[in-house]
């Protein structure tokens, strides 16, 4: 048995190897470590950097004598993987055997002697700096990311410069660790230095940079935050405005001011809106009536987060902005309120001549939630042609959690030329519109490129043609089970159908489901 474990030391199959490896770990003492030792003579050299491994994680002390010989073997792995057992196996003169490997001639064992004496004490690795930065300076991408998770521990500012070096460092990984070490302190060559990670062309850089300034939450990192959140990444700009939310309205201000730049003013109107606070309302309700209209659409995007009398007031006063896309915006504004005393004033706005503010009032009544939306919603469906326009109607009508609304939204779903437009556009809106939408709908569990015309929807309007009262509703079901299809059930459901007591249902269900069906029996049943 223990031969067969040491040849699956070896083997190209991965779950051998590790199933040999945890198999004479737990054989332990009971001659696992033997066996082993004499191993360690063996001419693969693959199987020799695998013994160490497996003495180190045998955590037997005896094991420590063939550590001396494995460190002078002539393959880099097996001296590697001699050190990584030292630092498992942790002797009180662990740091001082693993001194020499610090200068070995490659750098994948300097890294593993490194990675090793971090795990031990970390401390000493400051009576080892020239190590360090030779390993830094000389080696690959994998000795520099090794070098800089080790500089905290190492804590000498003699590694300072080597960090600042890390922040530009080609290698993504360093630049990510160099960022997480260079988050812990707090002098301003970092915070600058992190400032300039917040444009890194990697997204968990940049995100690292954007939470170690936040937590800094200096002047000159809120600055950059705030600078920052006129990039065109989304989920960046969430992020930054997440966390500048927390320090509060008058930090950010006390911090920035009101910048005359137009970038800079969207940032900063970005922020405000974000935090939620009416204290942001004066500097909002200023900026309202700035000369330009990305400003004034922005504020109008800000009131929408902040839930006050005085933010609905001044959307009310946009809704009428010469400018569509700052009407867009405060409509969509008052519609994340739910400001339902503006609901005639939304619905006056069906009128308006923009189909782009149109798609956003279609939102924006949906979010009120009450019956009268749904006559607002089929005007602004008229007045449009575009598939992408109408999609936010459907939108709008899912929103609106009413019984008519959600099985408007579910039969616009079941039409192959608006379904991807629908698709398309909710992956536009916030996330929790996303979530009440596909809440309203029962559609949480199917993924977006599901078929929406499955089986999930059938299932519905089967529902509601069996269990509704009302002869209309069950004749919408049957139309819109028609653009579904319904397959093999189309026999037993014209059957249940046939009983219905209304001349409408029968009458719909004969014209949309009974066509090629050729059951004599059920046609004169549906014809009586």
Not at 100 to 111: F, H
Not at 185 to 208: F, I, P, Y
Not at 335 to 343: K, N, V
Request: glycine share 8%.
């Amino acid at each position: 048995v223990m031969q067969k474990r040491l040849e699956d030391l070896v083997d190209e199959d991965e779950g051998k190897v590790q199933a040999a490896l945890e198999s004479l770990v737990r054989l332990g003492k009971a001659g696992a470590v033997e066996s082993l030792l004499r191993s360690a003579a063996d001419p693969d050299p693959a199987v020799r950097a695998r013994v160490a491994t497996v003495l180190g994680r045998a955590g037997d002390q005896y094991a420590m004598q063939v550590m001396e010989h494995l460190f002078q073997d002539e393959h880099w792995e097996v001296r590697a993987a001699a050190a990584g057992a030292v630092g498992r196996l942790r002797p009180d003169d662990a740091v001082e055997r693993l001194v020499p490997a610090l200068a070995d001639k490659d750098e994948r064992v300097r890294v593993a002697a490194i990675d090793a004496i971090r795990n031990i004490r970390p401390s000493h690795l400051g009576e080892h700096l020239d190590a360090l930065i030779d390993l830094f300076e000389s080696g690959g991408a994998g000795a520099r990311r090794s070098v800089i998770g080790s500089i905290g521990a190492a804590s000498s500012d003699a590694l300072r410069p080597l960090l600042l070096q890390a922040l530009n460092d080609p290698d993504a990984e360093v630049r990510f660790l160099a960022v997480k070490e260079a988050g812990r302190r707090t002098d301003a060559d970092c915070t600058e230095a992190l400032s300039q990670r917040l444009g890194d062309s990697d997204q968990r850089v940049r995100v690292e940079a954007a939470c170690a300034l936040g937590r800094e939450a200096s002047g000159e990192g809120i600055r950059a935050l705030v600078e920052s959140l006129s990039t065109p990444d989304r989920d960046f700009r969430e992020t930054l405005t997440d966390l500048l939310a927390p320090l509060g309205v008058r930090k950010i201000l006390d911090q920035i001011g009101l910048p005359e730049e137009t970038e800079r003013r969207l940032a900063l109107v970005w922020a405000l809106g974000k935090t939620g606070d009416p204290n942001a309302l004066p500097v909002l309700t200023q900026l309202a009536d700035d000369r330009n209209p990305d400003i004034r659409a922005a504020v109008a995007g800000a009131l929408g987060k902040i839930d006050d009398p005085k933010s609905v007031e001044i959307l009310g006063m946009l809704v009428n902005n010469p400018e569509p896309r700052v009407r867009a915006a405060a409509t969509n504004g008052i519609g994340h309120l739910q400001a339902e005393d503006m609901l005639p004033v939304l619905l006056e706005c069906t009128d308006e001549p923009s189909t782009f503010v149109l798609g956003r009032l279609a939102v924006a009544l949906g979010l009120m939630g009450v019956e009268p939306v749904l006559a607002g919603l089929n005007k602004i469906e008229q007045r449009l042609q575009d598939p992408e326009d109408r999609a936010l109607v459907a939108i709008g009508y899912g929103l609106t959690g009413l019984t008519t609304g959600v099985d408007q939204a579910l039969r616009r779903l079941a039409n192959p030329e608006l379904e991807p437009a629908i698709t398309a556009a909710m992956e536009r809106e916030r996330p929790e519109v996303r979530s009440l939408f596909r809440k309203n709908l029962a559609l949480d569990g199917v993924a977006p490129d599901d078929d929406f015309r499955s089986q999930k929807l059938r299932e519905r309007y089967i529902q509601q043609l069996l269990n509704s009262r009302d002869s209309d509703r069950r004749s919408a079901a049957i139309r819109s089970l028609q653009s579904i299809g319904i397959g093999e059930d189309t026999g037993t459901l014209l059957k249940v159908v046939a009983a219905d007591p209304s001349p409408q249902v029968r009458r719909t269900a004969l014209e949309c489901l009974a066509p090629d069906y050729h059951d004599d029996r059920i046609r004169g049943a549906l014809l009586r």
